[in-house]
């Protein structure tokens, strides 16, 4: 049932009557990135996730998002969508990142977010930007099930609008915390990759 919601509310973005949509994604020469939005997000398995205070404080406040920015090569999201020019907003992220906390980060049972948890989110970016933003905001990393839900979302930066969101569901891998779920975001940014290169081929 979730995943057919997840259909019905991404046609209903695409289609609706936002100021932007997919085509204008594909259109944008730039594309300003936000990284990885943890201020939703819950640790599923506490077995997984032994030190509630590290994974905290040195990885979803600095860690993995100052490596998905500087390792531009693996993460090139300019690359993923086909070459556009890439404006980073690490500062930013990592601010609004800042305000997680350690309380509840961590459990043992089942997780969503809601579309409204997604809106309510971007309404949060208040940027002196204009033009297109794309940001992966996490719903969880889950050990007990090895895997992770990312909402990858495009937004207009001036209205703070919803452009196009959708859930991806991969597998993280690899050693060590900081790599384990970094591949999960890295095959998030790769089935990123196989839709836009379908909205190019309908839009441009």
Not at 4 to 31: C, H, R, Y
Not at 46 to 65: A, L, M, Q, V
Not at 115 to 137: A, C, M, P, W
């Amino acid at each position: 049932m979730k995943k057919l919601l997840l259909v019905i509310f991404t046609l209903f973005m695409a289609g609706s009557g936002f100021s932007k949509g997919l085509k204008d994604v594909v259109n944008a020469n730039e594309i300003h990135w936000f990284g990885v939005d943890f201020t939703n997000a819950k640790m599923i398995g506490s077995t997984g996730f032994t030190h509630p205070d590290i994974i905290c404080n040195r990885y979803i406040k600095e860690k993995w998002n100052t490596y998905v920015f500087n390792e531009k090569d693996k993460y090139d999201i300019g690359k993923f969508l086909k070459g556009k020019e890439v404006i980073p907003h690490l500062d930013f992220i990592l601010e609004r990142n800042s305000v997680v906390s350690t309380d509840n980060l961590i459990i043992n049972k089942d997780y969503q977010i809601e579309h409204s948890d997604i809106k309510n989110t971007i309404r949060e970016y208040n940027t002196q930007e204009r033009g297109i933003g794309l940001v992966f905001i996490v719903e969880s990393f889950n050990k007990l099930e090895e895997k992770s839900n990312i909402w990858v979302t495009f937004f207009d930066t001036a209205t703070n609008e919803i452009i196009y969101t959708q859930e991806y569901e991969v597998k993280p891998g690899g050693f060590g915390v900081l790599n384990y779920w970094l591949r999960g975001v890295y095959n998030t940014c790769k089935e990123l990759k196989k839709d836009y290169l379908k909205w190019y081929r309908e839009y441009n």
